[in-house]
Nanobody, 115 residues
Framework: QVQLVESGGGLVQPGGSLRLSCVVSGSGFSMYHMNWYRQAPGKQRELVVAISTAGNTNYADSVKGRFTISRDNAKNTVYLQMNSLKPEDTALYLC?????????WGQGTQVTVSS
């Protein structure tokens, strides 16, 4: 059973930055397609950014130029660097891993952008 553990969320002022991490247990991390989703209260879960096994990325228009995803296969970790944060970025951020074995989710880390 693959386990995903997110960290790095918190309260930040508008314009600030946060770096989220998602550690994936077990072997085979390099074969996982990794995604960051977010879900705000009363809204549908939305895909923020994806990174393929080859390192190709795909960002939601709302975060392009502000967020950067990266992965460290040696550490079984995917990162989400979030800059120029806005109040509308407030949400629970969830890590998602997809492979031929199936799909796994973390519990999420809360990001709140407020003055």
């Amino acid at each position: 059973q693959v386990q995903l553990v997110e960290s790095g969320g918190g309260l930040v002022q508008p314009g600030g930055s946060l770096r989220l991490s998602c550690v994936v247990s077990g072997s085979g991390f390099s074969m996982y397609h990794m995604n960051w989703y977010r879900q705000a209260p009363g809204k549908q879960r939305e895909l923020v950014v994806a990174i393929s096994t080859a390192g190709n990325t795909n960002y939601a228009d709302s975060v392009k130029g502000r967020f950067t995803i990266s992965r460290d296969n040696a550490k079984n970790t995917v990162y989400l660097q979030m800059n120029s944060l806005k109040p509308e970025d407030t949400a629970l951020y969830l890590c998602n891993a997809i492979s031929y074995r199936g799909t796994s989710w973390g519990q999420g880390t809360q990001v709140t952008v407020s003055s």
